[in-house]
Protein backbone atom coordinates (compact mmCIF):
# COMPACT_ATOMS: atom_id res chain seq x y z
CA UNK A 1 0.00 0.00 0.00
CA UNK A 2 1.21 3.28 -1.10
CA UNK A 3 1.21 6.64 -1.35
CA UNK A 4 -1.41 7.63 -3.60
CA UNK A 5 -3.47 3.94 -3.99
CA UNK A 6 -7.20 4.16 -3.84
CA UNK A 7 -8.85 2.04 -0.71
CA UNK A 8 -11.90 0.74 0.16
CA UNK A 9 -12.27 0.61 3.63
CA UNK A 10 -13.42 -2.76 5.02
CA UNK A 11 -14.11 -1.88 8.50
CA UNK A 12 -15.61 0.54 11.00
CA UNK A 13 -18.72 3.21 10.14
CA UNK A 14 -16.68 4.07 6.74
CA UNK A 15 -17.05 0.46 5.55
CA UNK A 16 -17.04 0.52 1.34
CA UNK A 17 -16.59 3.84 1.23
CA UNK A 18 -13.20 4.97 -1.39
CA UNK A 19 -10.39 6.75 -0.22
CA UNK A 20 -7.02 7.91 -1.28
CA UNK A 21 -3.87 7.15 0.97
CA UNK A 22 -1.88 10.21 1.79
CA UNK A 23 0.51 9.42 4.11
CA UNK A 24 2.10 6.63 5.61
CA UNK A 25 1.96 6.18 9.55
CA UNK A 26 4.13 3.95 10.74
CA UNK A 27 4.27 -0.05 9.72
CA UNK A 28 0.81 -0.50 9.94
CA UNK A 29 -0.91 2.59 9.51
CA UNK A 30 -1.41 4.95 6.96
CA UNK A 31 -3.48 7.90 6.74
CA UNK A 32 -6.27 8.45 4.50
CA UNK A 33 -8.87 10.97 3.43
CA UNK A 34 -11.47 11.95 0.36
CA UNK A 35 -11.36 15.45 0.17
CA UNK A 36 -14.90 15.57 1.72
CA UNK A 37 -15.75 13.98 4.70
CA UNK A 38 -11.88 13.07 5.03
CA UNK A 39 -10.04 16.44 4.33
CA UNK A 40 -6.10 17.01 4.07
CA UNK A 41 -6.25 18.81 6.57
CA UNK A 42 -8.06 16.27 9.10
CA UNK A 43 -7.31 12.94 7.16
CA UNK A 44 -8.11 9.17 9.06
CA UNK A 45 -5.70 7.10 10.43
CA UNK A 46 -6.77 3.71 9.52
CA UNK A 47 -4.88 0.26 9.59
CA UNK A 48 -3.64 -1.48 6.75
CA UNK A 49 -5.52 -4.51 7.84
CA UNK A 50 -8.93 -2.95 7.30
CA UNK A 51 -8.37 -1.63 3.84
CA UNK A 52 -8.05 -3.37 0.32
CA UNK A 53 -6.10 -1.52 -2.56
CA UNK A 54 -8.24 -1.18 -4.96
CA UNK A 55 -6.44 1.17 -7.79
CA UNK A 56 -3.60 3.39 -8.23
CA UNK A 57 -4.98 7.28 -8.24
CA UNK A 58 -1.81 8.66 -9.63
CA UNK A 59 -1.96 11.68 -7.46
CA UNK A 60 1.44 13.02 -6.32
CA UNK A 61 0.27 16.22 -4.63
CA UNK A 62 -3.03 15.82 -3.08
CA UNK A 63 -5.34 18.29 -2.70
CA UNK A 64 -8.77 18.16 -1.54
CA UNK A 65 -9.90 19.33 -4.60
CA UNK A 66 -7.83 16.74 -6.49
CA UNK A 67 -8.88 13.66 -3.73
CA UNK A 68 -12.84 14.63 -4.66
CA UNK A 69 -12.39 14.73 -8.30
CA UNK A 70 -10.45 11.75 -8.87
CA UNK A 71 -12.70 9.41 -6.44
CA UNK A 72 -15.69 10.65 -8.56
CA UNK A 73 -13.75 9.68 -11.54
CA UNK A 74 -13.12 6.46 -9.76
CA UNK A 75 -16.65 5.75 -8.79
CA UNK A 76 -18.01 6.45 -12.40
CA UNK A 77 -15.24 4.07 -13.95
CA UNK A 78 -16.41 1.36 -11.44
CA UNK A 79 -20.21 2.21 -12.94
CA UNK A 80 -19.34 1.56 -16.12
CA UNK A 81 -17.19 -1.51 -16.17
CA UNK A 82 -19.91 -3.12 -13.53
CA UNK A 83 -22.78 -2.19 -16.51
CA UNK A 84 -20.76 -4.25 -19.23
Known sequence: MQ???IVIS???HD???PFIVVAQAGENFVLIADGKSRGMENPKL???RHLRV???SGITD???ATLKKR????ISDR???AEK
Open 3 to 5: IGD
Open 10 to 12: LAG
Open 15 to 17: TGK
Open 46 to 48: KRK
Open 54 to 56: AAQ
Open 62 to 64: PTN
Open 71 to 74: IKQF
Open 79 to 81: RVY
